[in-house]
């Protein structure tokens, strides 16, 4: 059994920054790739980055040059950095682990950007 648990999330002004993480644990194969997708109120889920075990990364468009991923894999840990934020950053930010062809995903955690 995979389990995936966020923090980090909260109410920030915009401008402002904020850290997510997400630790796995469980029954997890090396060679996976850990990401984070968001959901804002009426839209449908959208991946916003994404690492896999190995050292690659990618970062949607419309966040680059603003979120950084990173991961620790001795410690099953992703981590979302997250700058500059605006208020249409708002949205459930979830935590994705891909194995081979098979998603995990984590609870959410509510991010709000609003002054």
């Known amino acids: 059994q995979v389990q995936l648990v966020e923090s980090g999330g909260g109410l920030v002004r915009p401008g402002g920054s904020l850290r997510l993480s997400c630790a796995a644990s469980?029954?997890?194969?090396?060679?996976?790739?850990m990401g984070w997708y968001r959901q804002a109120p009426g839209k449908q889920r959208e991946k916003v980055a994404a690492?896999?075990?190995?050292?690659?990364?990618t970062t949607a468009d419309f966040v680059k040059g603003r979120f950084t991923i990173s991961r620790d894999n001795a410690k099953n840990t992703v981590y979302l950095q997250m700058n500059s934020l605006k208020p249409e950053d708002t949205a459930v930010y979830y935590c994705?682990?891909?194995?081979?062809?098979?998603?995990?995903w984590g609870q959410g955690t509510q991010v709000t950007v609003s002054s």
């Open positions: 994705n682990l891909k194995i081979v062809s098979y998603d995990y």
């Open positions: 690492a896999t075990s190995g050292g690659a990364s």
């Open positions: 469980g029954s997890i194969f090396s060679i996976n790739t």
